[in-house]
């Protein structure tokens, strides 16, 4: 049986007609850069988030840049946040001409803890960027009121955690600004790059939108240096679509976690999604946590059993060759380094069979069973 980690074919076959009809519109119409589908899908996102505005741009990398620099970011700053992430979290920092400056994580939801934060803080600290990590918020009470203290503006990374809830409040909604994209393996996805920066401020909003296009508000008159970071219509067409549907695929997620924890429940050493308490999750990936030893020839029994797996940021961003200059050592971020070493994730798609979902857990025992206890012998 093969099972991959996501299966964009079967979702789109499930919704093709829907989808092909609104490319269709927009490939008659001719209008391809911003234009209606990008500000309808701007007022439905501001919606289903929460906030009052929404601005689209070209990826979620753009979003996080832009949204820095709206909220006047920029060269000699510092820029708190996390080294378990990808590297756009950190890389928009530095692409504003700041410096991030990285804090510890949660050992069980692998998200910011605000405890690491106040020792990090200097008087260059400008901002906090806590990443919403494999569909679930971060503790954004106590981020918050760190923040709230030391005057720091907030901007949430969730990219991998659209509709996810921290105390029924929505991802992106919490913070002076959210940001999020919606690259294909999203469980909001386009077809190619795109992002989305949400806030309750006019000033941000505004800010953004005129630097996603030149800096102007009218053609051919820039008040402001700004870049080429717009939404095309073809995509929010595409996403406007699949945004009816996200809740419902959200539910599945939880579905499938539910049955894989439960099967896996009696296995030892075998570390399975937390969440949060008030948190809703929306398992953008299931994330389980092995002795790291036993990590690769854990990821090589799953794919030689037809179950794709795939390690996620293996490489603390502390620890990339790209930020040697700040500094750190190995063992600086220890949660981090260890989530790093020990962390793997296994297919939760909406689209998986239950078939599948038995077939998953049951290769999951197998390994850590006695049959193998060589490769997993603590399990």
């Known amino acids: 049986m093969k099972i991959p980690l996501l299966d964009l074919k079967a979702q789109y076959k499930s919704i093709k007609s829907e989808i092909d009809g609104a490319m269709r519109r927009v490939v008659q119409a001719q209008s391809f850069i911003l234009g209606k589908e990008v500000s309808a899908l701007e007022d439905n996102i501001a919606s289903f988030c929460g906030t009052k505005y929404a601005v689209g741009v070209a990826s979620g990398t753009d979003a996080l840049f832009l949204a820095l620099r709206a909220l006047g970011v920029g060269s000699g700053d510092e820029v708190i ?20 400056v990285f804090c510890d994580i949660d050992p069980r939801s692998y998200t910011m803890d605000p405890a690491m934060i106040e020792s990090k803080i200097t008087k260059k600290t400008k901002a906090v960027i806590p990443v919403h990590l494999y569909g679930q918020c971060a503790n954004m009470g106590g981020i918050l009121k760190v923040a709230k203290a030391h005057n720091l503006k907030v901007i949430e990374d969730f990219a991998q955690a659209i509709g996810a809830e921290h105390k029924t409040k929505k991802a992106g909604s919490m913070g002076d600004a959210g940001c999020t994209s919606f690259f294909p393996s999203k469980n909001l996805g386009c077809f190619g790059d795109g992002g989305m920066i949400v806030t309750n401020d006019g000033d941000i909003a505004e800010s953004a939108g005129l630097l996603r296009v030149h800096g102007s508000s009218k053609k051919y008159v820039h008040s402001v240096l700004g870049y080429n970071s717009r939404l095309d219509n073809l995509q929010a067409a595409v996403l406007n679509v699949k945004l009816k549907y996200l809740d419902k695929w959200a539910s599945t997620r939880r579905k499938n976690a539910d049955f894989l924890n439960e099967a896996f429940r009696d296995i030892g050493n075998l570390t399975t999604p937390f969440t949060a308490a008030q948190n809703l999750h929306v398992y953008h990936q299931y994330a389980v946590k092995v002795d790291s030893g036993k990590r690769d020839a854990f990821i090589e029994f799953l794919i030689n059993k037809g179950i794709e797996s795939r390690v996620y940021y293996p490489i603390p961003l502390h620890m990339q060759e790209c930020y040697k200059y700040l500094g750190y050592e190995a063992d600086d971020f220890p949660v981090s380094r260890e989530a790093a070493l ?26 850590c069973s006695s049959k193998v206890k060589a490769r997993c012998a603590r399990c």
Do not use: M, N, W
Not at 81 to 100: D, H, K, L
């Open 81 to 100: 946040t996390v080294p378990f992430t990808f590297i756009a979290t950190a890389e928009a920092i530095s692409s504003t001409g700041a410096t991030p």
């Open 342 to 367: 020990s962390t793997l994730v296994v297919p939760v798609h909406p689209e998986l069979t239950r078939e599948q979902l038995k077939y998953i857990a049951d290769c999951v025992k197998e390994f």
